[in-house]
Every structure is written in C-alpha cells, then in structure tokens.
C-alpha cells in the first residue's frame, strides 16, 4: 500500500457509463453530458474516458437478488482496476457516472492502494439494502453495504471484501430511514460501531458549511484521507429534477453546494463520485450545467 498525500495529486477524469436498472439510457449518458457541460480541463490534468463498461440485463438475479448481477460483478472488478491503476499513476480520480453501483469497486479500488479510507457519502438514501431487502434488486440501492461487507458474497468477493469501516463513514442526507426500515434493511445503528449519520434536519440546524466543517476535521484530525461520493438526488426535487428518484425533503441547492464544497476543498480529499444525473430529464440541461460548474468551482479554489 502507498502513503499519499492526497493534496498534492492533480485531478483525472473517467467516466462511468452504467445504470442500474439494466437497460440503456438514462444515467448511462450522463458522463458524456457531464463532459459536454463543463470545462474540467481547468481541474483536471487526465481524461482516461469512459469505461468499457453499461449493465443491460433486466433479470434479477434469484442467487445475489442483483439485477444484471454478472454484468454488476463485472463493473466492480473494471472499476476497482481502474480506480486502483489511476491512484498508482499519481492521479485522483473524478468519477462522471452513472449510478452508485459505481461506489462498490471505486472503494475497493481506493483499499487496494490506500489502506484504510473514509468516505463521506451523500445521498438522499441510506444505500443499505441487500439483495433480499431491496424493493427493485437495483445494485444501486445496495453500495454502501456492499463496501461495508454486507450483501450478495459474489459482489463483496469482487471487491475482494469490505473497503470501510462503519467509523469511518460520514452518511450525510438520507431521507428514507423509515422507508428502508420497513423493508428490513440493515440500518446505521445495526453496525458496530454505528455509522455516524446526519440528517437533512441536522444539516438545517447546524448549517451545511458547519457540517462540512466537522466532517472535514474529522477526517484530517485522524489524517485518514476520504473519498466524496455524491448522489444528486440528496437535493430537493424542487432544485434538481434530473435524477430517477425523485424526493421532496431534500437540501436546497444552496445548502447542497455549501456542503459539497465544504468537503471537496479538504487537503485529505483523494477522490470524487458522482451519481444518478439522468440528462434525459434534464430540460435545457440546467441541471447538470449547474453540477459541473459547482465542481469546477470548487475545486479550481482547492488548487494550490
């Protein structure tokens, strides 16, 4: 494993184009769309392009309870490789996705170099199902568990195991924790320790810069670099229509776009997902213009 200090690596880009409900279109087309929107040449020093990779198997799976379970299993170990060869090379990879499939192998790829990781996971869902409590079998109702050794063992096999520790987790924006436990999934608090979790009441009471704050230093004080993983659909649906699962109760774009700097502008920041952008319903395209300069913004200010 390498000592990196994750500060002074440059930025690269590499697209993920997968979706997890196993068909083409929808988040699969927003790498190419998030490029199109932005001038990520002002951050990034690579663009290592869009991974040969997509899901399009509808079935569920009856042995993993995984939709498209081979061609999941399949993008983990590609993203894993890949996550892993960047970091080797001396880049910090900037993940155009897609889904938060994406989050099991980019993890395991970030273990495989790095050692221990935190991660600060935002989204407006736990992300803890299985592939026997999940609603749909979408791979991407299950990633943090999958990182966390919990789920299908063919999917945490090829992650080659857990990637986090439940401490070193901060779960900021779910709003589905009485939804998810009805449906039996595993919860923050079943993990020992438990996940430390801010809700979007928390963040409203706190303040989304005060949060990023305390997260950030909770990751420099312990000098444990993390990986920011964003799912868009932690916004309001008032703010941002152009993701699959749309929710009220969200963060303003405001409170979002604090947060999400807050944490990007961390010297221990090693790298960046982003998921669930559908440019399909983005009219205009507003939405997804408004990501990419809210990240080039940020992390054009981070630079030294």
């Not at 440059?10 to 490029?35: N, Q, Y």
């Not at 409590?133 to 109702?141: F, H, K, R, V």
């Not at 857990?162 to 709003?175: I, Y």
């Not at 008032?238 to 969200?250: I, V």
Request: contains cysteine; aromatic residues 6%.
């Amino acid at each position: 494993m390498t000592s990196i200090v994750p500060a002074i690596l440059p930025f690269a880009l590499i697209g993920v184009p997968i979706d997890s409900v196993g068909g083409s279109g929808g988040t699969e087309l927003s790498p190419a769309r998030l490029r199109d929107l932005g001038s990520w040449s002002e951050i990034a020093e690579q663009d290592r392009g869009d991974l040969p990779i997509n899901i399009r198997d509808r079935a569920r799976d009856p042995e993993t309870g995984i939709i498209g379970a081979r061609d999941v299993i399949h993008v983990t170990e590609v993203l894993r490789r890949e996550v892993a060869a960047c970091l080797n090379e001396g880049f910090r990879p900037i993940l155009l996705g897609g889904c938060c499939t994406q989050i099991v192998g980019a993890l395991a790829g970030v273990r495989d170099v790095i050692g221990r990781t935190g991660v600060a996971y935002l989204d407006g869902h736990l992300d803890l199902y299985d592939g026997v409590t999940s609603p749909t079998g979408e791979a991407a109702d299950m990633p943090l568990a999958a990182a966390l050794g919990h789920g299908a063992k063919k999917l945490i096999d090829a992650a080659g195991g857990a990637s986090l520790r439940p401490e070193d987790v901060a779960l900021l924006g779910p709003r589905d924790v009485e939804d998810a436990a009805s449906r039996g999934s595993i919860l923050p608090e079943h993990f020992s320790p438990a996940i430390p979790l801010w809700t979007n009441e928390d963040i409203a009471a706190e303040g989304a810069a005060q949060v990023a704050a305390d997260v950030r230093a909770g990751f420099e004080a312990a000098r444990l670099p993390f990986w920011l993983a964003v799912d868009v659909d932690i916004i309001d649906q008032a703010a941002f229509l152009a993701t699959d699962y749309l929710m009220p109760g969200g963060l303003s774009w405001e409170s979002f776009a604090s947060l999400f700097k807050g944490l990007a502008q961390s010297p221990q920041l090693l790298g960046i997902s982003f998921a669930c952008y559908n440019p399909e319903k983005d009219a205009g395209l507003r939405d997804g213009r408004r990501l990419a300069q809210l990240v080039i913004a940020s992390l054009q200010e981070q630079q030294p």
